[in-house]
């Protein structure tokens, strides 16, 4: 079955600093990939997503590339803010199954001014 | 476009006891896909309803039921709650032939 696996956490980094989560994926067929965060006491927002391989998703400073050959889509942002501190799921949606994601387990960032 | 909503967002529940979710997806979405969040499983999928049909289903026992309407609003029900059903349940609704799904803030159930 499909599969996510994430950097474990907690990760904890001074303002400015350079920010990478790792996540690789196992799954059959051509998978689409995303980045959802989560402030506390809120669901889940969309981040950023790629849909094919080599594609670059990006949105407010963050980006991450669907790597086919190495199976991963690694979170990378090059400075980070005090306000991004929130946990970071990496997901993937298989498409003949569209409506059903599977998640990693969650990376928590905290940014320190 | 107003988001997904859940109601209620807080419920307190006892042993043996039921309840029923209600989730409300973004106008013209067909998909309402639900979660449940918990710090020791993470994001496990229940189930997926489309146009009012049970597409997809997680590996959760009987006790955990959905359906859908036909304006897409769904709910889900967990009957006889054990404490282990405490959690966060997540709503999800997507256009349908996207995967990109659009979240609620949750509901918070807890158990006692």
């Known amino acids: 079955g499909n599969s996510v696996t994430q950097m474990e956490g907690p990760v904890t980094l001074s303002e400015e600093a350079f920010l990478t989560i790792n996540c690789t994926y196992t799954?059959?067929?051509?998978?689409?990939l995303f980045w959802y965060v989560q402030y506390p006491g809120e669901g889940l927002q969309l981040l950023l997503k790629?849909?094919?391989?080599?594609d670059k998703g990006s949105n407010k400073g963050f980006e991450a590339t669907y790597r086919k050959e190495t199976t991963s889509f690694h979170l990378e942002k090059g400075s980070v803010q005090v306000s991004d501190s929130a946990v970071y799921f990496c997901?993937?949606?298989?498409?003949?199954?569209?409506?059903?994601?599977?998640f990693g387990d969650g990376t928590t960032l905290t940014v320190k001014p | 476009k107003a988001g997904v909503t859940q109601t209620p967002r807080y419920l307190i529940k006892t042993r043996g006891q039921q309840v029923t979710l209600s989730c409300s997806p973004i106008s013209g979405h067909r998909s309402v896909s639900w979660y449940q969040q918990t710090p020791g499983q993470g994001l496990q999928f229940l189930f997926e309803y489309f146009s009012e049909t049970q597409r997809n289903k997680g590996n959760f026992p009987g006790r955990f039921s959905g359906r859908q309407f036909s304006n897409s609003r769904s709910e889900m029900n967990v009957s006889t709650l054990e404490l282990g059903d405490s959690a966060l349940y997540l709503c999800?609704?997507?256009?349908?032939?996207?995967?990109?799904?659009?979240f609620g803030p949750g509901t918070r159930l807890t158990v006692l």
């Open positions: 997901a993937l949606s298989d498409p003949t199954n569209a409506g059903k994601s599977t």
């Open positions: 999800a609704s997507s256009v349908g032939l996207s995967n990109e799904q659009f």
């Open positions: 799954a059959t067929g051509y998978p689409s």
């Open positions: 790629a849909t094919k391989a080599d």
